[in-house]
């Protein structure tokens, strides 16, 4: 089985390591940083990405712009994109989906919610299945 690579797009560097934290339960998953969307996108650059986890409310480039400019790139357009976020207003929910988020999920982010999406994304499964 191939290793999978998932970006982190968080500007919380704590919130980053809550997320690689509970990713690493899953098998044959390689995690990449970004802070913002630029940082995000320059990455694209050196990485494959086989998923997204993108927060909403960042510095420089927001989580939605991201997105955007991901689904407008024929190597991304399909890439699953979840949106880990604060933003539980059901606009922001339509808005990141209409954008083509696969999922929307509001902070706090349970571990066994997110493996569940992740896993269920890529085709991975938990260590110690």
């Not at 997204?52 to 357009?77: A, C, H, T, W």
């Amino acid at each position: 089985m191939s290793v999978r690579t998932v970006m982190i797009v968080e500007d919380s560097p704590t919130m980053r390591q809550l997320l690689i934290f509970a990713l690493k339960r899953l098998k044959n998953l390689r995690v990449v940083e970004a802070g913002d969307g630029v940082e995000a996108l320059k990455k694209l650059n050196q990485e494959k990405t086989d998923l997204f986890i993108i927060d909403i409310n960042m510095p420089v480039m927001d989580g939605l712009k991201l997105i955007s400019i991901l689904r407008q790139n024929p190597e991304y357009k399909d890439v699953p994109i979840v949106i880990v976020t604060t933003e539980g207003a059901e606009e922001d929910r339509k808005r990141a989906l209409a954008l083509g988020a696969n999922v929307y999920i509001t902070k706090p982010v349970h571990s066994a919610t997110l493996l569940k999406t992740v896993s269920e994304l890529l085709h991975v499964s938990e260590t110690g299945e």
